[in-house]
């Protein structure tokens, strides 16, 4: 597999802390949802089907416009300078409409996403944004496995802490990108990647006063802790360099 750099460092500093990296994170969030109701359409233009799979076709596009709808109404209130708006919520429901989401917009790859989450866990959430870190990485997952395999996703609680691990029976991360992993267009090996979905989803942990890391294991394993308690640096919207500031 080989690492294709997009372009060159000075240009990526540049895009990464003017606006620029909203524009494109639009445009990278957008991409999932619309795929979903692409695909819902296509078959129901194609084919003759049953009224309960035409029902479970238009909820997938009922889900994936509403997520277009709440990103769109995310990124206004952004662009106009306001920060997201927490929720309390169970860390569950978000990674359970997350797999649900990346689900519809996927298809059947033979991909087996396994939950271990055993316990209620409420905290304040930026939901529609962390709904895009869980889509974010499944969707990776399911890039790096075409043949198919499990995604494992862990919850437990650490302290002051939620932990999420996100596993995968996949090849690992490409050697050549484990440094700058969660720098902004990084990607490899993909036709259309834009190296922006883990900078993305970083982000967003560290909005909410966490952090994302890598592990190894014998696939790719992401985790990342998110605070049972609301942070002060809770909402805003960091500048995307890749670098944490914890
Ligand atoms: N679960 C995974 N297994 C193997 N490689 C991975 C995994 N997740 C990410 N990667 C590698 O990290 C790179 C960067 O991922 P990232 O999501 O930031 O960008 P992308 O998927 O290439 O493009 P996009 O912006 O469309 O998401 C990927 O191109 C891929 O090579
Ligand atoms: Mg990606």
């Known amino acids: 597999m080989s690492v294709i750099a997009i372009i060159d460092e000075s240009e990526r500093a540049e895009l990464a802390t003017n606006g620029t990296w909203l524009s494109r994170s639009i445009l990278h969030d957008l ?8 695909a819902a359409a296509e078959v129901l233009v194609d084919l003759d089907l049953k009224p309960t799979e ?3 076709l238009a909820t997938n596009m009922y889900c994936a416009a509403g997520r277009m709808r709440n990103l769109l ?12 708006s ?3 919520c169970d860390i569950r429901d978000v990674i359970l409409a997350a797999s649900e989401a990346a689900s519809a917009g996927i298809g059947n790859h033979g991909i087996e996403i396994v939950l271990d989450m055993p316990r209620k866990t409420d905290l304040p959430l930026m939901r529609s944004r962390l709904e ?3 889509i974010n990485l499944i969707t990776n997952a399911v890039e790096a496995m075409p043949s198919g395999g ?4 862990r919850t437990k609680t650490a302290g002051d802490y939620v932990l999420v691990e996100i596993e995968d029976t996949g090849p690992g991360i490409p050697p ?5 992993l969660f720098e902004p267009f990084v990607t490899s090996g993909k036709r259309d990647g834009l190296g922006l979905g883990l900078a993305l989803a970083r982000q967003t942990v560290l909005d909410h006063g966490g952090d994302m ?7 790719a394993r992401f985790v990342f802790r998110l605070p049972l308690k609301r942070q002060q640096r809770f909402g805003r919207t960091g500048d995307l360099s890749g670098h944490s500031p914890m």
């Not at 109404?73 to 997201?84: I, K, W």
């Not at 050549?176 to 700058?180: A, L, P």
Request: glycine share 8%; charged share 20%.
């Open 54 to 56: 035409v029902k479970r």
């Open 213 to 219: 890391w890598t592990e190894s294991a014998a696939g």
């Open 31 to 38: 991409r999932n949802p619309l795929a979903a109701i692409y």
């Open 73 to 84: 109404a995310n990124f206004s209130r952004l662009a106009s300078g306001n920060g997201s």
């Open 86 to 88: 927490a929720e309390i």
């Open 150 to 153: 499990q995604i494992h996703i």
């Open 132 to 134: 895009c870190v869980f």
């Open 176 to 180: 050549g990108i484990r440094d700058r």
